[in-house]
């Protein structure tokens, strides 16, 4: 399809937990499916493959945004910005969720931005409260979602400055790996596999 930015054939790449679960059956009632939207931008979605094993009753529906993981990386700058991401995850729940389904959405740092705007985005469509059973979307959970992004990125700054200030023989690498220590992952010797993979 193309993209909205007028970018073509891109792809992005995404993975269903529980697929039979998608389709309501008309004898068994299952809740409505849960897509998951990652952090980053830049991480994959692989960090949040444990919810599967929290989430056990419905399907849940995990992708890679666009420059991530197994998903197309186009060069155009205009394929990464909160509109086109948005048209992706609206291109997915119109391909993977049947219209009558309804959905949940599940939104980790930037990955909640996304939902946020998405969220807005159907309210000016509809003028109605997107988030109620009525509508699409049945509930949405905003996980570690920046107020600010600009100041999420100075304290950031800040810190690893401190990291470099309090560890002058550190390596930039070594920094790093401190900062992601405190700051990310306690565990990181060695980092838990599904953040190896992200990563």
């Known amino acids: 399809r193309q993209h909205p930015d007028g970018v073509k054939d891109f792809m992005l790449h995404y993975t269903v937990f529980r697929p039979r679960q998608l389709k309501q059956d008309k004898f068994v009632w299952s809740p409505p499916p849960l897509v998951v939207l990652h952090g980053g931008p830049g991480i994959p979605s692989t960090y949040l493959l444990s919810l599967v094993n929290v989430v056990t009753d419905r399907a849940v529906i995990f992708y890679d945004q666009l420059g991530c993981g197994r998903s197309s990386?186009?060069?155009?700058?205009?394929?990464?910005?909160?509109?086109?991401?948005?048209?992706d995850l609206e291109a997915l729940i119109a391909r993977l969720i049947p219209q009558s389904r309804g959905f949940s959405l599940y939104g980790h740092s930037f990955g909640g931005i996304v939902a946020f705007e998405y969220l807005k985005k159907q309210r000016r469509k509809t003028g109605e409260d997107p988030v109620s059973p009525q509508r699409d979307c049945y509930s949405v959970i905003l996980s570690s979602?920046?107020?600010?992004?600009?100041?999420?990125?100075?304290?950031?700054?800040?810190?690893?400055?401190?990291?470099?200030?309090?560890?002058?023989?550190?390596?930039?690498?070594?920094?790093?790996?401190?900062?992601?220590?405190?700051?990310?992952?306690?565990?990181?010797?060695?980092?838990?596999?599904?953040?190896?993979?992200?990563?």
Do not use: G, W
């Not at 990386?73 to 048209?87: F, G, K, N, Q």
């Open 73 to 87: 990386r186009p060069m155009d700058e205009l394929c990464y910005s909160i509109e086109s991401h948005v048209a």
């Open 145 to 199: 979602v920046p107020m600010e992004t600009t100041v999420v990125e100075k304290e950031s700054q800040m810190l690893l400055e401190q990291v470099q200030t309090q560890n002058p023989t550190f390596t930039k690498q070594e920094c790093l790996q401190h900062f992601r220590k405190i700051h990310e992952c306690r565990q990181t010797d060695p980092l838990p596999l599904a953040l190896q993979d992200a990563h």
